[in-house]
Structures are given as C-alpha cells and as structure tokens.
C-alpha cells in the first residue's frame, strides 16, 4: 500500500515528530508509514487522514491484484 504522508505532512509544514506526537505514535512509525515499510491500523490511519485534513481514499492507494 503507498501514501502521500510525506507530501501532505510538508504541505502542512509538520515534521515527523510533531505528526508523531499527535497521533501518539514514534517518529519511527510515521517513517516507516510514509517509506511504506509498515501499514497502519484502520484507527491510526483514520487520525492521519484527520490530522492532514484529506479524505482516507485520498491518502492511501492500493495498485495490487483485485481478488
């Protein structure tokens, strides 16, 4: 699954820390998250969607095989 955290969090002039700290998780997982090494559970990634003012649909994509 990609995402557009990255360009969102810079448009909004947040580092990783502060966006971190808002959604009460480790800078560690919002780098992780936005250089796709982990998926975010439906509840952090809701409050990323919130926090970055942008419609989940819009922040996630999913380019895999329909099954």
Request: with cysteine; proline share 3%; hydrophobic share 35%.
């Amino acid at each position: 699954m990609e995402n557009n955290i990255k360009e969102l969090r810079k448009k909004m002039n947040l580092s990783q820390k502060e966006l971190a700290k808002s959604c009460s998780v480790s800078r560690q997982t919002i780098n992780a998250i936005e250089n796709n090494k982990y998926d975010p559970t439906l509840q952090l990634a809701f409050q990323l969607a919130s926090i970055l003012e942008t419609p989940l649909e819009q922040l996630f994509r999913y380019e895999g095989k329909h099954l």
